[in-house]
Nanobody, 122 residues
């Protein structure tokens, strides 16, 4: 699975951006797609996730402002970010996790895109 994120940029407080993640390769075993972010000096943190079945969850810090979605073929995942704040400044990473079952155990592998920088200024 290969991931290519795009759409980052610089915006003012209260502005909006829409990130895209193009997914290529074999996605049959991918059971969710997610966005994470990492601000300078901080650890990477979870932002939003959409499962294969369409279940969605968000980090508390972005609920009501960010929306994750995907195309019907699951080849592109979006993150619509509204009402951006300075604390949203970070490099945003697209993530995919696949799941396989073998010998009565589940195995997971994570894939990461290259990241796209979002800068929010006041």
């Amino acid at each position: 699975v290969q991931l290519q994120a795009s759409g980052g940029g610089s915006v003012r407080v209260g502005g909006s951006l829409k990130l895209s993640c193009a997914v290529s390769g074999n996605i049959v075993a991918v059971n969710y797609m997610a966005w994470y972010r990492q601000a300078p000096g901080n650890e990477r943190e979870f932002v939003a996730r959409i499962t294969k079945g369409g279940n969605i969850d968000y980090a508390d810090s972005v609920k009501g402002r960010f929306t994750i979605s995907r195309t019907g073929d699951e080849r592109t995942v979006f993150l619509q970010m509204n009402n951006l704040r300075p604390e949203d400044t970070a490099t945003y990473y697209c993530n995919a996790r696949d799941q396989t079952y073998y010998a009565q155990s589940y195995y997971h592998e994570h894939y990461w895109g290259q990241g796209t920088l979002v800068t929010v200024s006041s």
